[in-house]
């Protein structure tokens, strides 16, 4: 009892997560993503008994029109500061003007009017199992539902991502909330959707919304410890200097092995001809996005994460009690 | 030595395999033909050792630049005898032009001009390993090579796949040849390369060349016993009646289980609200091509074959001995 008064005294009171948006389809060709959405707005009106107001968008009707990640640009590039402010015109490409629609519905990015939560629905062909990946290593909202989901999630592993990005240079689509995340699970080529992948999100898509109804209610949620990946660089393929093409794949020993540790000297592609290329890195650091399909146009063949731990606290909704 | 006689004796001489093609890139985004196609082209004159002429080919060049299947139509469709006799202008889709521009260099399809062996390079989403896909049941030509690669590669499955098509009807590049076939690859999703499926590939077309070169030379190779996969039907998604949208995927327990015998019952679906469906058909057959992301669009789900045992001749090169 004396314990339970402890947490209570010591745990953080914040706002009530009211407004959730789940988005899908902000890259047309990521499919789980979309699919889900399209089920969740087929049952809309059917369902209405969830206890918190969820917002379901899909996010570029026209790219998931053509299973293209983008029609003229990506969109969830589109969402820094300077981009939703910039006029845009019926000439503008259309993820342009289709972030500002949505800024325009979820947010404004920024202000008191913005969704208390959005999600963001996002799949890789890197074997990344589900990553809540974000631009704070101390949003105590995104980290409890990261750790809800690890305590619940049996069968997939989940883990932390952030970018450590001004929020006003922040990119994505997620920026827009007041707190937010991409829910990003692979590995499923682009373009089609896999019925385990499907299940994995939709799971943690409920759990998220069942980490929000219990807090809302009331809930005291414990704090911990939560491992927090913040991104350190990029690394590009070996390529060709005149021609700009890869010279090299990704090394099978690497392949698939986002999130264990890579070591300097570790091998890190094999070349079209066969020699294989290490990590010239002075710094052990987790590597993510290994080989993933849509950034050879952004020149990014993984990502390299520090892991550090977190320590959250316990926190209860400022509504109750 | 009376065995090795009775070998001979017995043994179907054949034209030798003076002219062969290999082609990649047919698929813009199927990605390990693409940079082993690249890769041949660069080391041409650096290494003119092969003893038997290969004319190395990237099939759709704009497709390839885009990284997308095709630009206009698949060009694997625009090889049958009826459209390469369609008159064509610069109106014409890209793909329509460039088959004919490949039947002039590579064909005429079904002329004593085609070049002996044409062998396509694709990859697919589906966890099929090595495919030769072919026309013919009875190519002793295709058979035996299906047969080296058997032998000789330890960690690929090789499988020969019968489409059981009329020649004039069919479709694909590799039909251009006096022999052809498609070497399919997977898994790997489009618009990635894999290192393990590369090397496979790169495998599977030394392997080739090997046989053929030792072929042209006079070796004889002893017949046997290939398995042969007939195809026998398409299976589409299961689909929304008004708007066309898939409304399951392939279930988990189908996924990935390319070539494993599917009984009547089996699951074969699970709709995206959970619900399993079954396999109706009254025979069990071998599925393939299992969630292949490029036929969403053509309404393949899988493809089903029926397996039998075909025995080949000893054969070996009519030029010598």
């Not at 491992?227 to 093409?245: C, S």
């Not at 090299?248 to 020699?275: I, K, N, T, W, Y």
Request: aromatic share 8%; with cysteine; charged share 20%.
């Amino acid at each position: 009892m004396e314990r339970h008064n402890n947490l209570w005294r010591n745990a953080v009171a914040l706002p009530a997560v009211s407004r959730v948006a789940v988005c899908g389809g902000t890259h047309g060709n990521e499919l789980a993503g979309v699919y889900l959405v399209r089920e969740r707005l087929k049952r809309r009106g059917a369902d209405g008994t969830e206890p918190v107001s969820v917002v379901t968008v899909m996010s570029n009707p026209r790219a998931t029109q053509l299973c293209v990640r983008y029609v003229e640009t990506d969109l969830n590039r589109c969402f820094t500061q300077a981009m939703l402010s910039t006029p845009v015109s019926e000439a503008s490409p259309y993820e342009m003007i289709r972030s500002q629609e949505l800024n325009a519905l979820l947010g404004p990015k920024g202000s008191g009017q913005a969704v208390d939560l959005l999600c963001d629905l996002h799949n890789t062909t890197a074997n990344m199992g589900l990553c809540l990946i974000t631009y704070s290593d101390r949003d105590w909202i995104c980290l409890h539902i990261c750790k809800h989901l690890q305590r619940e999630m049996a069968s997939t592993p989940v883990r932390y991502v952030h970018f450590d990005i001004p929020l006003n240079e922040a990119y994505s689509l997620d920026s827009v909330g007041k707190h937010g995340f991409a829910m990003e699970i692979g590995p499923q080529p682009h373009g089609v959707v896999r019925s385990a992948i499907f299940s994995a999100m939709q799971e943690g898509v409920q759990l998220m919304l069942d980490w929000i109804c219990q807090f809302n209610s009331g809930t005291l949620f414990e704090g911990g410890w939560v491992d927090v990946y913040t991104t350190v660089k990029n690394i590009d393929y070996p390529r060709d200097p005149e021609t700009h093409e890869i010279t090299a794949a990704v090394h099978p020993d690497l392949q698939d092995r986002d999130f264990c540790l890579l070591h300097p000297g570790d091998p890190m592609f094999l070349s079209f001809s066969g020699e294989t290329l290490r990590y010239k890195g002075k710094e052990a650091l987790y590597p993510f996005f290994i080989n993933e399909g849509a950034y050879y146009e952004k020149g990014i063949a993984l990502s390299l994460a520090r892991k550090k731990r977190v320590e959250i606290p316990s926190v209860h909704s400022e509504t109750l009690r």
